[in-house]
């Protein structure tokens, strides 16, 4: 998923983790760690300074879309 200014992109993966991507450059940002199960889906908040996780392990997070913390 697209932050709304399209200068960062959100993934999840089936290893457990999210990463935030700087879409002009392709340079890893962040990686998100804490889920024990794959994510399935993940978003930026309307405001782009929070992500959102779900996992198979039964969570959603909210994260801090600047510095990764819960």
Same mark, same amino acid.
């Given at each position: 998923?697209?932050?709304? *200014?399209? &200068? &960062?992109?959100?993934?999840?993966?089936?290893?457990?983790? /999210?990463?935030?991507?700087?879409?002009?450059?392709?340079? $890893?940002? $962040?990686?998100? &760690?804490?889920?024990?199960?794959?994510?399935? /889906?993940?978003?930026?908040?309307?405001?782009?300074?929070?992500?959102?996780?779900?996992?198979? *392990?039964?969570? /959603?997070?909210?994260?801090? /879309?600047?510095?990764?913390?819960?």
């Amino acid at each position: 998923k697209f932050s709304k *200014d399209g &200068r &960062r992109a959100v993934t999840a993966s089936d290893d457990h983790t /999210a990463k935030i991507w700087d879409t002009l450059t392709g340079t $890893l940002l $962040l990686t998100l &760690r804490g889920h024990t199960d794959w994510l399935n /889906a993940c978003d930026f908040s309307f405001d782009g300074t929070r992500v959102i996780t779900a996992s198979n *392990d039964r969570t /959603a997070r909210v994260w801090n /879309a600047e510095n990764g913390t819960l």
